[in-house]
């Protein structure tokens, strides 16, 4: 190719692709009925399915506000709780006991009680460093974009009750806003912790486009006494928030997430 036919394509390629249309959304098996997805490539473009803009409680999605704290520490210390399904008033999510948990497996049970208790050696040990008042600057640079303006007056550490892991409506997002959180910069190590806890070392290291993806049961909007559920989750290249309707459980919520994002293995050869 000669030198003038190089000039020309150099010039052409670039006025050819700004003048190319947008990218269509990517094609998925459809949603069910109140389901709500929102996703987001390696590009950072983002495509919403469904109600994305509504909040709910986020329930043991909070989990990724302590992971993204305390995450770390916890893992790098190999923290282990022993999880009997109650303690004191507190009950652990479905009161189910989970056993002896460190942090990956607490994190696939869904344990509770364990991140409560670790949360709460935590918190004594920054009022020890920082003192209250700077512990609490901590807790809310991390929870105040889920808090709106529900947290708790006072100087010092609001009291860790269950309503910081998962129960009732303290902390509350939308899809949108849950992807939107997790797309920011500043919360590229917390994703990638995250990949590394859920997935087996194997996946973690030899496979790039591993999913990981985690999930929890809330409270449902305007009925205390049904649930609906949350799926998270992503690989390297892609990054999903997937919100069932009430009615749903974790367990539906990893399937569908499962379904919708990685496809249905049954149908692959």
Known sequence: MGMG???ILGWLVPVLLAAAPPRRPPVLPPLMPGESLVLAGPDREVYH??????????GGLAHLLWVRLEGDAWASGGLEFKCTGKAGPFLCAGGKAHGRVDLPSA???GCNLAFMGWARMSAERWMDTYGEGAARARMVDVFGPFLGKRMPDGEGLPPLSMAWFGEGDLLRTSP???????QDPGQEEVVRLY????LSFYDE????NAWWVD???????GDPNATQAWAVGGNSLVLAVLRLPPGSTRAQALARFRTVMVGDPKKKK
């Open 5 to 7: 036919a190089r000039m």
């Open 49 to 58: 399915f469904g109600d994305t803009a509504s909040e709910s409680p986020m």
């Open 107 to 109: 994190l696939q049970a």
């Open 176 to 182: 949108a806003d849950l992807l939107k959180w997790l």
């Open 195 to 198: 990949r590394r806890l859920m």
């Open 205 to 208: 290291s030899f496979k790039d």
């Open 215 to 221: 999930a929890a049961t809330t409270p449902a909007v």
